[in-house]
């Protein structure tokens, strides 16, 4: 594997589930993000985790929890969506040093029903 | 208040011509500047990155940057129905981790 990859690719669930996002980057990386992208609207940055460490939550609700056990796997909890959070969740990960760009996953496509 | 500015397009252009995409944004300590390409269904990745005023050229792309005018742009040269695709701004501040985005430019190259 290499990359970023985003486990799963298409989620549908219904407003009471629980369901968690995974997302596993091979770049020796050291900072990962989420990423939320509806329609019509710029990327929305979630959460950043620098060296494991949650370093900005970008005014989430609590529905979204996300963890981050190590500088190479991220995870999104999610339960108790509404209907206006079925978007594309989007995984990045960077170096916190120098600055050259974010690498994305392929993204997962919730859809909340 | 920290916002990237795109066209959202729909820009149109004929196979062969140059590719004008423009972003402006508004936070002045802004350091770090990039462009994505983004195809239907697919993730962004990452195709130029500029720091200093003025051209940056890699192959067919070119960065430019004016940090006097808060002004990025790319052009595509002799542009191609494969480079079809959603362009999306980005701009890092001075010291920060986080990018910020532009609703990206929708383009359309005509066979």
């Known amino acids: 594997e290499t990359g970023v990859t985003q486990t799963p690719r298409h989620l549908v669930m219904g407003m009471t589930n629980k369901k968690s996002l995974k997302c596993e980057q091979h770049?020796?990386?050291?900072?990962m993000y989420w990423y939320k992208q509806s329609a019509k609207k710029p990327l929305e940055l979630m959460f950043v985790y620098n060296f494991k460490e949650q370093t900005e939550n970008n005014s989430v609700p609590s529905r979204f929890s996300p963890e981050c056990p190590n500088s190479s796997h991220l995870f999104l909890h999610l339960h108790t969506l509404q209907p206006e959070d079925s978007a594309l969740y989007l995984c990045a990960s960077s170096q916190v040093e120098g600055d050259y760009g974010y690498t994305f996953g392929s993204g997962t496509r919730l859809t909340v029903v | 208040q920290k916002e990237v500015e795109q066209n959202s397009g729909p820009l149109s252009v004929p196979e062969g011509a140059i590719a004008s995409l423009n972003c402006t944004y508004s936070d002045r300590v802004s350091q770090s500047f990039f462009w994505y390409r983004q195809y239907s269904g697919k993730s962004p990745e990452l195709i130029m990155s500029i720091y200093s005023n003025g051209d940056k050229e890699d192959g067919r792309f070119t960065a430019q940057l004016n940090k006097a005018s808060q002004y990025v742009s790319l052009l595509i040269r002799d542009s191609q129905p494969s480079d079809s695709a959603t362009y999306l701004c980005a701009v890092n501040l001075a010291g920060a981790n986080n990018l910020f985005f532009g609703t990206g430019t929708r383009l359309t190259v005509i066979p």
């Open positions: 770049l020796g990386h050291n900072a």
